[in-house]
């Protein structure tokens, strides 16, 4: 069978810089090249110090001292990458749709389309093209339709190859993958490319769970298996809901369905609404899908995982007002966490997000602590929004590097993200230097209702009354 020597990836983000660190350490014998447009990006992964690469992962700084400089390169010479890559896997951005048709619900495949054209011009001998961003059903078609009729007539195999790491234990979800999948033609050169890429992962992972399918079917799969996880997030959260009303515990109602072996424990922890790059967007995508084929049902079906998601984030800010006696004009709340989840800096898609611009709304001032998002990121993810001038989120929101700083004389602190060192936070000095009443809103569920009671805070935590 073939084997390859180089790999190219086009896009060091979330995606490509983590995936391409495990197979070059995976794969001593293969050169593995990362190319990005923004030289930013690729000036902060070839940084001396590997505490300040552009992406914070738990693990991924030892590989990318393991392997940077001996068969892992990062570059901005995108053209040379592809020239000399038999493998090149796209793994760009693809947001979803701010502008004409699909917006709000479709993917921007602009960079994808860039992308593909770049290759097509710059390739001089047969390549494979792995999508790796996640992408709408068809979108390999699209991919190909371009390399075909404008290339250099050289021959293209195009495979879907999902990404199914979650972010904060990517470098894990890598290394130990349940399963990989590989989506290709039905031809012999199809079948020739799903093997040479099913080779690569097969140098840590049993063969047995890479799986071939055909390339449809792995593009929607990823797109099912994110609906999937979000549903049950979302499900468990509109219950959170009803055990606010009663005296039924979110937490044991997770764990007594979670028991029941065919439901399973996981993916069952209520909180204040999912985030990330690819909940939202991969539904919106099955939506859009739907919605094209006139499946107005199915569309609605999964749609309505999203609304329970805004519903949660809302209820949580709603709860945040009607608590400190409906009105937070003027009053300081700190947020602890803005990343979408614990162990990432990023914050696409955060629920902190969106509870701080309901509250800006009510013109409260509030300050971030986030022990790895820069101030930076947090305007950017607000002004994003629109809702309001640039200058007013600088002015009602404030930055802080220390936790102790952002509660001090605040009225309350909400959690948006579960960082374990929120944990072990000496909560008694952060209540003592709290304005009384001294509120605390729980949204991740990582702090002891009973003891923070003692202590003397006035304690909402979701899901529970
Ligand atoms: C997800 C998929 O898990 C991954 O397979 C895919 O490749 C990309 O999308 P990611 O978005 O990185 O990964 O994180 P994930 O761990 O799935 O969490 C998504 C959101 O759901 C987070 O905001 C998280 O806090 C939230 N969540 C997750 C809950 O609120 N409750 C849970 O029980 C689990
Ligand atoms: P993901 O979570 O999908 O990895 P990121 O935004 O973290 O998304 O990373 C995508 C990267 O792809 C960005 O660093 C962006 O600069 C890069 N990129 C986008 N378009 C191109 C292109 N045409 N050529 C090279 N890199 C690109």
Not at 165 to 182: K, M, Q
Not at 226 to 235: M, P, T
Not at 265 to 272: E, I, T
Not at 285 to 307: C, M, R, T
Request: net charge negative.
């Amino acid at each position: 069978m073939r084997k390859v020597n180089q790999i190219c990836c086009i896009g060091a983000g979330y995606v490509g810089g983590p995936t391409m660190a495990v197979i070059a350490k995976q794969c001593p014998e293969i050169k593995v090249n990362v190319v990005d447009i923004n030289q930013k990006r690729i000036d902060q992964w070839n940084g001396e110090n590997l505490d300040e690469l552009p992406i914070y992962e738990p693990g991924l700084k030892e590989i990318i001292g393991e392997t940077r400089g001996r068969n892992l390169f990062f570059s901005s010479d995108v053209d040379t990458a592809i020239d000399n890559a038999e493998l090149i896997f796209i793994s760009v951005n693809t947001p979803t749709k701010t502008y004409g048709k699909g917006k709000g619900q479709a993917s921007d495949l602009k960079y994808i389309e860039l992308c593909a054209r770049n290759i097509a011009k710059v390739a001089k001998s047969d390549k494979i093209v792995v999508e790796k961003s996640t992408l709408p059903v068809r979108t390999a078609e699209a991919i190909k339709s371009i390399l075909d009729n404008t290339g250099n007539d050289v021959n293209f195999e195009i495979l879907s190859n999902p990404e199914f790491l979650a972010e904060g234990t990517a470098v894990e979800d890598l290394l130990s993958a349940d399963r990989v999948l590989i989506g290709g033609a039905e031809t012999e050169s199809g079948r020739e490319a799903r093997n040479i890429l099913s080779w690569v992962y097969e140098h840590w992972l049993p063969k047995e769970r890479i799986l071939q399918t055909n390339v449809w079917s792995s593009e929607l799969s990823k797109l099912v298996a994110n609906a999937f996880l979000a549903q049950r997030v979302s499900s468990i959260n509109s219950i959170s809901a009803l055990c606010e009303k009663t005296d039924a515990n979110i937490a044991e109602v997770s764990r007594a369905i979670g028991f029941d072996s065919r439901i399973g424990p996981k993916f069952l922890s209520s909180s204040v609404g999912f985030g990330g790059s690819c909940f939202q967007k991969d539904i919106l995508n099955l939506v859009y899908i739907a919605k094209s084929f006139g499946l107005n049902e199915v569309a609605d079906y999964w749609e309505q995982v999203i609304i329970m998601n805004d519903y949660q984030k809302k209820r949580f800010a709603d709860n945040i007002v009607s608590t400190l006696y409906n009105t937070v004009s003027g009053k300081k709340i700190a947020f602890y966490g803005w990343a979408f989840k614990k162990d990432t800096n990023d914050t696409r898609e955060s629920a902190a997000i969106y509870v701080a611009d309901l509250l800006l709304d009510e013109q409260a001032e509030i300050t971030v602590y986030d022990p790895k998002v820069n101030a930076e990121t947090i305007y950017k993810d607000l002004d994003y929004l629109n809702s309001r001038d640039p200058e007013e989120n600088r002015k009602l929101l404030t930055v802080v590097s220390d936790p102790m700083e952002a509660a001090k004389d605040a009225h309350a602190v909400a959690i948006l993200t579960e960082w374990d060192e929120f944990k072990t936070l000496d909560w008694n000095s952060i209540y003592n230097d709290m304005l009384k009443p001294a509120f605390l809103f729980d949204g991740r569920r990582i702090l002891d209702k009973e003891h923070m009671e003692e202590i003397g805070f006035k304690f909402y935590k979701i899901g529970q009354s």
